[in-house]
């Protein structure tokens, strides 16, 4: 069965310091698609990227980073000299090719103090 | 080009009464997804719909929930004699093409069930 870990449930840190949230990943299948989402405290759900599982490279846009590990089931996030605006909750989720439905880890709660 | 639109933004009900949540998928999107987030929890699948079709309900409660995607209007999510526990923000996404695609959510319904 699918299933998405995100272990930190709350993390803080002050401002300018480098981040990484970790996000484990099981599946069975060879071909499935890997996403992070932010939800800042308005609520909405804010796409930031999505990786499929044969493409391993790195990716950066920004300030954000993605380190994706197939060997370790891992999908890293990193965020650069937070700032306060980064402070949300992210979610890690894993989508089947068949139907897409997504399976979210539990979130990460980041908070960011100036 | 409208995102994912989502009626209403809020809705209060007393318990017992009937809950519809509407979504209207972005423009030339077909394939639309419910997700509910219970208060301090992740998101969890509920039901994926395409046109006049349920494709996947393995995430509803058996009991008192149903959603419909007509061919024309919105997709609807109803909640027959709400209960306290489906107090809950209630996304829908919408995507192009089923697997491969990028699902966009829409800002949610908050429910609250008094």
């Known amino acids: 069965a699918q299933k998405v870990t995100q272990a930190q449930t709350e993390i803080s840190v002050v401002e300018k310091e480098d981040v990484t949230l970790d996000c484990v990943y099981e599946?069975?299948?060879?071909?499935?698609?890997l996403f992070w989402y932010k939800q800042p405290p308005s609520g909405e759900l804010v796409f930031l990227i999505r990786?499929?599982?044969?493409?391993?490279q790195n990716e950066i846009s920004g300030r954000y980073s993605w380190n994706f590990q197939k060997s370790t089931s891992s999908f890293n996030f990193t965020i650069t000299a937070s700032q306060v605006v980064d402070s949300a909750v992210y979610f890690c989720?894993?989508?089947?090719?068949?139907?897409?439905?997504?399976?979210f880890g539990q979130g990460t709660t980041l908070q960011v103090k100036p | 080009n409208a995102g994912v639109m989502q009626n209403p933004r809020h809705l209060v009900r007393r318990r017992g009464q009937e809950a519809r949540l509407r979504c209207s998928p972005m423009?030339?999107?077909?394939?639309v997804y419910w997700y509910r987030q219970l208060p301090e929890e992740g998101l969890k699948f509920m039901v994926y719909?395409?046109?006049?079709?349920?494709?996947?309900e393995s995430g509803m409660p058996k009991e008192r929930f149903s959603a419909e995607f007509p061919k024309e209007g919105p997709s609807i999510l109803r909640i027959q004699q709400v209960v306290r526990g489906d107090s809950a923000a209630y996304f829908c996404?919408?995507?192009?093409?089923?697997?491969?695609?990028?699902?966009?959510f829409g800002p949610g319904t908050r429910l609250t069930v008094t």
């Open positions: 990786r499929n599982s044969f493409d391993e």
């Open positions: 996404a919408s995507s192009q093409r089923t697997g491969v695609g990028e699902q966009y």
């Open positions: 423009k030339g999107h077909s394939h």
């Open positions: 599946t069975r299948d060879t071909t499935y698609y």
């Open positions: 989720a894993l989508s089947e090719p068949i139907d897409g439905k997504l399976i």
């Open positions: 719909l395409q046109k006049e079709n349920i494709i996947d």
